[in-house]
């Protein structure tokens, strides 16, 4: 006996709205991770990091990559040790926590994050951003913001 799907209207909208979300973060995070691990051999968690680094004008401590990633601070630990062997990273002791570090991206982790990241845009623009105008970027910000902001309740 063939099952039939559940439509939308059938599911509540809380539900399919949450669905949504975990469907859209998995198929566009294994697309990408596909193509900058095919591209660079650059796992999209090495990315993320590399994201992190790249947007804040100075070293960034250890611990707030830990805050801001969707990575524990052990993944984290790990990623910046094997970006560091690739000399993609340096770790710097922190200038006002001796007990803490702070990471940079080398010159080449720069060079290597403009190539990637000019990959994850090529390959989310058919299926993200040439899909969805301003206003659903604008949307979908805001809902994150909102998500973000109760992780922890």
């Known amino acids: 006996m063939a ?17 949504g979300l975990v469907w859209a973060g998995t198929v566009l995070t294994e697309r990408v991770d596909r193509a900058l ?3 660079h051999d650059l796992p999209v968690s ?22 801001s990633t969707m990575l524990s601070r052990s993944q984290v630990s790990r ?3 094997a970006l560091r062997n690739r000399g993609l990273v340096t770790r710097t002791p922190s200038a006002s926590d001796a007990r803490s ?4 991206l080398t ?9 990637a990241d000019a990959t994850r845009r090529s390959c989310l ?25 109760h992780k922890n309740a």
């Open 107 to 115: 010159p080449e982790g720069r060079r290597l994050f403009e190539e």
């Open 101 to 104: 570090v702070e990471v940079s």
């Open 125 to 149: 623009a058919p299926v993200f951003t040439d899909v969805l105008d301003e206003d659903d970027l604008a949307a979908l910000s805001t809902v994150w913001k909102k998500l973000k902001a």
């Open 79 to 81: 990623v910046v040790d």
């Open 46 to 67: 090495w990315f993320e990091v590399m994201l992190w680094l790249a947007s804040s004008p100075d070293p960034v401590p250890a611990s707030v990559l830990g805050n």
């Open 37 to 39: 691990t095919k591209a």
């Open 3 to 19: 099952k039939r799907k559940l439509t939308q209207a059938e599911m509540p909208v809380a539900d399919h709205a949450f669905y």
